[in-house]
């Protein structure tokens, strides 16, 4: 990994982006009005379909506008998040305390959320608790690169800290109790080594896909929850922009690689 700093500390309120409500976001998407975002925000979900079998029940925490419901087949999928929205099947669930049955779901999705818990191993622990034994935690999350580094310095959203132990479930990874703030260095924290972190889970999950993902049809998004400024495209310049970062990523994934796709898989009690 290459790191320009160790750390950048930005809370979300000095951010140099506009936020979005939820409900303009789901309007956004719903309606086609972002080309650039439609098409992220898919290929940002449907890898996910291959770990998800057509008769499982799932649940996505820290769901956000809830994008998983339009794109992923479920006999069940339930959502959930920190928020009173009304659109969630769930809501005003915190996702290191979810209150919920224990081995109840075939699956558990986790897209962009885990940088915003405050102790990420106690996450894992309660979705290893409410995870059936062989059912799938399946992880989206920010990949500090050296763009995103970049990125993260000239927009002052969010901010990461390579120097905080993940694995302490008493100090928090980020400075702010604020679900907004994260700390965007946490998947590389924890699954920059994967037979220490098999070691600090405790074997209780078996990693079973790994791959980075995301360069320019990110950055050219106009974004998800934050605006940004963007060049509209059609469907077949975006395919082949997508096709450009898969080649960048797959030769230089510590350059160009914004985002991170991951599965682990629960091993029995």
Same mark, same amino acid.
């Given at each position: 990994?290459?790191?320009?700093?160790?750390?950048?500390?930005?809370?979300?309120?000095?951010?140099?982006?506009?936020?979005?409500?939820?409900?303009?976001?789901?309007?956004?998407?719903?309606?086609?009005?972002?080309?650039?975002?439609?098409?992220?925000?898919?290929?940002?979900?449907?890898?996910?379909?291959?770990?998800?079998?057509?008769?499982?029940?799932?649940?996505?925490?820290?769901?956000?506008?809830?994008?998983?419901?339009?794109?992923?087949?479920?006999?069940?999928?339930?959502?959930?998040?920190?928020?009173?929205?009304?659109?969630?099947?769930?809501?005003?669930?915190?996702?290191?305390?979810?209150?919920?049955?224990?081995?109840?779901?075939?699956?558990?999705?986790?897209?962009?959320?885990?940088?915003?818990?405050?102790?990420?191993i106690?996450?894992?622990?309660?979705?290893?608790?409410i995870?059936?034994?062989?059912?799938?935690?399946?992880?989206?999350? !920010?990949?500090? /690169?050296?763009?995103y580094?970049?990125?993260?310095? &000239?927009?002052? $959203? *969010?901010? %990461?800290?390579?120097?905080? #132990?993940?694995?302490?479930?008493?100090?928090?990874?980020?400075?702010?109790k604020? !679900?907004?703030? /994260?700390?965007?260095?946490?998947?590389?924290?924890? &699954?920059?080594? $994967? *037979?220490? %972190?098999?070691?600090?889970? #405790?074997?209780?999950?078996?990693?079973i896909?790994?791959?980075?993902?995301?360069?320019?049809?990110?950055?050219?998004?106009?974004?998800?929850?934050?605006?940004?400024f963007?060049?509209?495209?059609?469907?077949?310049?975006?395919?082949?922009?997508?096709?450009?970062?898969?080649?960048?990523?797959?030769?230089?994934?510590?350059?160009?690689?914004?985002?991170?796709?991951?599965?682990?898989?629960?091993n029995?009690?």
């Amino acid at each position: 990994m290459i790191k320009i700093f160790q750390k950048l500390i930005f809370h979300n309120k000095n951010s140099k982006l506009n936020k979005k409500t939820i409900a303009s976001v789901i309007d956004e998407y719903k309606k086609l009005k972002n080309k650039n975002l439609h098409f992220l925000i898919n290929e940002r979900f449907s890898w996910m379909q291959q770990f998800i079998n057509k008769t499982d029940d799932g649940l996505e925490v820290g769901a956000g506008a809830a994008f998983s419901k339009h794109l992923l087949n479920a006999q069940t999928l339930l959502t959930s998040d920190f928020s009173n929205d009304s659109h969630l099947d769930y809501q005003n669930i915190d996702a290191e305390k979810t209150g919920l049955e224990n081995s109840k779901y075939d699956f558990v999705i986790a897209s962009n959320m885990m940088h915003h818990v405050p102790h990420p191993i106690i996450f894992l622990e309660e979705m290893y608790r409410i995870l059936k034994p062989g059912g799938k935690l399946i992880i989206f999350e !920010p990949h500090v /690169s050296l763009i995103y580094q970049l990125v993260t310095f &000239f927009t002052k $959203h *969010e901010g %990461f800290d390579f120097t905080v #132990n993940v694995w302490n479930k008493d100090k928090p990874v980020k400075q702010n109790k604020n !679900p907004w703030d /994260s700390n965007q260095a946490v998947a590389y924290l924890l &699954f920059k080594n $994967h *037979e220490l %972190f098999h070691k600090n889970i #405790n074997s209780k999950f078996e990693i079973i896909y790994d791959k980075f993902a995301e360069f320019m049809i990110f950055l050219n998004s106009g974004g998800i929850y934050s605006k940004s400024f963007y060049i509209p495209l059609n469907f077949t310049f975006l395919k082949i922009v997508n096709f450009i970062d898969k080649i960048l990523i797959k030769l230089f994934p510590n350059i160009f690689a914004l985002g991170r796709k991951i599965v682990l898989v629960k091993n029995k009690e």
